[in-house]
């Protein structure tokens, strides 16, 4: 069965930066587009990127670029994203999702991150 | 960027009764290829989001079928034919036609 598994909570002071992992299991790894997104508390869900795993290219989000990178290993078969220069409006559950195509139809079981002085 | 509006954001509906919910979007979502890319997802609380419906009315897999979508171009509804007690959650839409994928602000849908 498909499984995206991601790394625990984490806790950052402003200015720091987070990497995050989703290991992917259950189906053959560069046949899926992957997501990021967040949600901040109480809001909605908020798209970050997409990588293509069978070439490595990636698309941001216009407000992420500059600061967010997502890479992937796929001898692993797992996604990382990296966001730098952390401010306390990116407390959030930070999410990993796979493309059907044209849809998310597996998600992560979601990462609390939490960025406070 | 896509902007997608749902109305209502919160609907209280008694157990057995029908909900409906509204989704529309800035843009069309009718793709070159035929397909409109118009997705439904549900989070019940302290979970991940989970796809409901894709491509406008295609339930996902194990989807009950008391949940169906409909709609075309800009406007498109997701309907509860008799709503259940697990059906407590809140329900976004999002396109996926053109990056970045945007996502309507969420219905938040409870039992009477």
């Known amino acids: 069965q498909v499984e995206l598994v991601q790394s625990g909570a984490e806790v950052k002071k402003p200015g720091a930066s987070l990497k995050l992992s989703c290991k992917t299991s259950?189906?053959?790894?560069?046949?899926?587009?992957l997501h990021w997104l967040r949600q901040a508390p109480g809001q909605g869900l908020e798209w970050m990127g997409i990588?293509?795993?069978?070439?490595?290219?990636?698309d941001y989000a216009q407000k992420f670029r500059g600061r967010f990178t997502m890479t992937m290993d796929t001898s692993t078969s797992t996604l990382y994203m990296e966001l730098n220069n952390l401010r306390p409006e990116d407390t959030a559950v930070y999410y990993c999702?796979?493309?059907?195509?044209?849809?998310?139809?597996?998600w992560g079981q979601g990462t609390l991150v939490t960025v406070s002085s | 960027d896509i902007v997608m509006t749902q109305t209502p954001l919160s609907l209280s509906v008694t157990p057995g009764q029908p909900a409906s919910i509204a989704c529309k979007s800035s843009q069309t979502l009718l793709h070159s290829d035929g397909k409109t890319y118009l997705s439904w997802y549900v989070q019940k609380p302290g979970q991940s989001p989970q796809l409901l419906i894709y491509e406008v009315s295609n339930r996902f897999s194990g989807v009950p079928d008391r949940f169906s979508g409909s709609g075309s171009g800009t406007d498109f509804t997701l309907k509860i034919s008799r709503v259940e007690a697990e059906d407590v959650a809140i329900y976004y839409c999002?396109?996926?036609?053109?990056?970045?994928?945007?996502f309507g602000q969420g219905t938040k849908v409870e039992i009477k």
């Open positions: 259950g189906y053959t790894f560069n046949s899926h587009y």
């Open positions: 990588i293509n795993p069978t070439f490595g290219n990636t």
């Open positions: 999702a796979r493309e059907l195509p044209k849809a998310l139809d597996y």
């Open positions: 999002s396109q996926s036609i053109h990056l970045p994928r945007t």
